[in-house]
């Protein structure tokens, strides 16, 4: 059974970091591309950042370009989503989700609240 | 960026109904579309992929269609359990778009 467990979320400080994981299980995950793509409370998706299946392309939102970095760890079968510089847009749920194009499973979320 | 006008916004029907979604794509997305279902307080979950294939799982009463630039969603045969907000989204050209979504609400 494919399962992905995102953690590492909380509560931030404008302008503070904070550091997402997401750990797979149930498929070979070094075969994936993966994504994040998060919904603010009561709003609607929005792609965050892909990763293809060994790094080699790496894609942004311009709303995190530059702030944000995608990684993972296939020894580890974790995807990670480092985020800098946080504002209060960025307050939302986080997903990781498997495959490029149409995201076929999707994690069941991290909650990262931006506030003072 | 490819834009994605999700229509309507919300819609209410009975069950036994059928029920359809649209989304307009801003310029030719060349059937790189899915539809998601979202339920309140769960994750999204992948109904149709590239316009009209049915993912795994997926009940046969969920169809999906394109004409030039719209993509329909089609829901057959309502049942209490498809009450949920559904988007759609396109996968053509980074960065992948997603439509404003469609609450649909049984009566």
């Known amino acids: 059974e494919v399962q992905l467990v995102e953690s590492g979320g909380g509560l931030v400080q404008p302008g503070r970091s904070l550091k997402l994981s997401c750990l797979a299980s149930g498929f070979t995950f070094s075969n994936y591309g993966m994504n994040w793509i998060r919904q603010a409370p009561g709003k609607g998706l929005e792609w965050v950042a892909s990763i293809s299946s060994s790094s080699s392309y790496i894609y942004y939102a311009d709303t995190v370009k530059g702030r944000f970095t995608i990684s993972r760890d296939n020894a580890k079968n974790t995807l990670y989503l480092q985020m800098t510089s946080l504002r209060s847009e960025d307050t939302a749920l986080y997903y990781c989700?498997?495959?490029?194009?149409?995201?076929?499973?999707w994690g069941q979320g991290v909650m990262v609240t931006v506030s003072s | 960026d490819i834009q994605m006008t999700q229509s309507p916004a919300s819609l209410s029907a009975s069950l036994g109904e059928t029920v359809t979604i649209e989304c307009l794509a801003s310029e030719d997305i060349y059937s790189n579309l899915a539809w998601y279902q979202q339920k309140p307080g769960k994750s999204p979950q992948l109904l149709i992929y590239d316009a009209s294939s049915l993912q795994d799982g997926v009940p046969s009463r969920f169809s999906g269609s394109e004409s030039g630039t719209q993509y329909s969603l089609e829901i057959n045969s309502l049942q209490s359990e498809d009450a949920a907000t559904y988007f759609c989204?396109?996968?053509?050209?980074?960065?992948?778009?997603f439509g404003g979504g469609t609450k649909l609400e049984l009566k």
């Open positions: 989700a498997r495959r490029p194009g149409s995201f076929d499973y």
């Open positions: 989204q396109q996968h053509h050209d980074y960065p992948p778009t």
